[in-house]
Protein backbone atom coordinates (compact mmCIF):
# COMPACT_ATOMS: atom_id res chain seq x y z
CA UNK A 1 0.00 0.00 0.00
CA UNK A 2 1.03 3.17 -1.27
CA UNK A 3 1.78 5.54 1.79
CA UNK A 4 2.25 9.80 1.50
CA UNK A 5 4.95 11.21 3.93
CA UNK A 6 4.89 14.66 5.28
CA UNK A 7 7.03 16.66 6.45
CA UNK A 8 7.97 20.57 7.33
CA UNK A 9 5.69 21.15 9.96
CA UNK A 10 6.21 23.22 13.02
CA UNK A 11 6.10 26.32 15.62
CA UNK A 12 6.63 29.54 13.34
CA UNK A 13 5.28 33.13 14.48
CA UNK A 14 3.05 35.22 12.58
CA UNK A 15 4.41 36.96 9.16
CA UNK A 16 7.02 33.91 9.16
CA UNK A 17 7.44 30.91 6.66
CA UNK A 18 7.43 27.31 6.32
CA UNK A 19 7.69 24.99 3.77
CA UNK A 20 5.50 21.27 3.71
CA UNK A 21 7.00 18.44 1.55
CA UNK A 22 5.06 15.50 0.72
CA UNK A 23 6.47 12.06 -0.64
CA UNK A 24 4.66 8.90 -2.26
CA UNK A 25 6.35 5.81 -0.76
CA UNK A 26 5.86 4.15 -3.57
CA UNK A 27 4.29 4.72 -7.49
CA UNK A 28 0.99 5.77 -7.95
CA UNK A 29 -0.19 5.47 -11.67
CA UNK A 30 -2.57 7.83 -13.36
CA UNK A 31 -2.17 11.25 -11.26
CA UNK A 32 -4.95 13.57 -11.56
CA UNK A 33 -4.19 15.97 -8.97
CA UNK A 34 -2.16 17.12 -6.01
CA UNK A 35 -3.03 18.93 -3.46
CA UNK A 36 -2.83 20.47 0.23
CA UNK A 37 -5.79 20.10 2.86
CA UNK A 38 -5.70 21.48 6.24
CA UNK A 39 -7.41 20.41 9.69
CA UNK A 40 -8.17 23.40 12.32
CA UNK A 41 -9.73 22.11 15.93
CA UNK A 42 -13.43 21.80 15.86
CA UNK A 43 -13.55 22.58 11.91
CA UNK A 44 -13.81 20.53 8.56
CA UNK A 45 -11.48 19.46 6.94
CA UNK A 46 -10.77 22.29 3.73
CA UNK A 47 -8.77 22.51 0.67
CA UNK A 48 -5.81 24.88 0.59
CA UNK A 49 -4.50 24.30 -2.74
CA UNK A 50 -4.30 21.67 -5.59
CA UNK A 51 -2.15 21.06 -8.97
CA UNK A 52 -3.07 19.69 -11.63
CA UNK A 53 -0.98 16.81 -13.29
CA UNK A 54 -1.74 19.73 -16.05
CA UNK A 55 0.22 21.95 -13.89
CA UNK A 56 -3.47 24.21 -13.25
CA UNK A 57 -3.24 25.21 -9.69
CA UNK A 58 -6.37 26.27 -7.42
CA UNK A 59 -6.26 28.02 -4.24
CA UNK A 60 -8.58 28.60 -1.26
CA UNK A 61 -9.42 32.51 -1.07
CA UNK A 62 -8.02 32.50 2.34
CA UNK A 63 -4.09 31.63 1.12
CA UNK A 64 -3.99 33.61 -2.34
CA UNK A 65 -1.02 35.29 -2.46
CA UNK A 66 0.30 33.51 0.39
CA UNK A 67 1.13 30.13 -0.51
CA UNK A 68 1.96 28.26 -3.56
CA UNK A 69 1.89 24.78 -4.37
CA UNK A 70 4.10 22.68 -6.82
CA UNK A 71 4.21 19.64 -7.63
CA UNK A 72 6.11 16.64 -9.66
CA UNK A 73 4.17 13.88 -11.09
CA UNK A 74 7.28 11.76 -12.23
CA UNK A 75 8.77 11.78 -8.35
CA UNK A 76 4.94 12.25 -6.99
CA UNK A 77 6.23 14.90 -4.85
CA UNK A 78 4.29 17.84 -3.94
CA UNK A 79 5.36 21.08 -1.56
CA UNK A 80 3.16 23.81 0.18
CA UNK A 81 5.46 27.24 0.25
CA UNK A 82 3.88 29.21 2.83
CA UNK A 83 4.84 32.94 3.44
CA UNK A 84 2.85 35.46 5.99
CA UNK A 85 1.80 33.21 7.92
CA UNK A 86 -1.40 34.18 10.05
CA UNK A 87 -2.53 32.24 13.50
CA UNK A 88 -5.98 31.35 11.60
CA UNK A 89 -3.43 29.14 9.55
CA UNK A 90 -2.63 26.93 12.31
CA UNK A 91 -4.08 22.87 11.44
CA UNK A 92 -3.38 20.03 10.76
CA UNK A 93 -2.21 20.19 6.96
CA UNK A 94 -2.54 16.72 5.00
CA UNK A 95 -1.22 15.79 1.68
CA UNK A 96 -3.69 14.14 -1.21
CA UNK A 97 -2.47 12.72 -4.37
CA UNK A 98 -5.73 11.99 -6.79
CA UNK A 99 -5.40 9.20 -9.46
CA UNK A 100 -7.77 8.23 -12.26
CA UNK A 101 -7.88 4.70 -11.45
CA UNK A 102 -6.63 3.55 -7.91
CA UNK A 103 -8.52 6.75 -6.44
CA UNK A 104 -7.10 8.99 -3.31
CA UNK A 105 -4.35 8.88 -1.29
CA UNK A 106 -4.10 10.77 2.31
CA UNK A 107 -1.32 11.67 4.36
CA UNK A 108 -0.73 11.12 8.11
CA UNK A 109 -1.38 15.23 8.57
CA UNK A 110 1.62 17.21 9.85
CA UNK A 111 0.86 20.19 12.15
CA UNK A 112 1.51 23.65 11.84
CA UNK A 113 1.26 26.12 14.25
CA UNK A 114 1.32 30.10 14.16
CA UNK A 115 1.79 32.08 16.99
CA UNK A 116 0.78 35.51 17.42
Known amino acids: QVQLVESGGGLVQAGGSLRLSCAAS????????MGWYRQAPGKQRELVATITSGGDTNYADSVKGRFTISGDNAKITVSLEMNTLKPEDTAVYYC??????????WGQGTQVTVSS
Open 96 to 105: NVRAFRSGTY
Open 26 to 33: GRIFGIAA
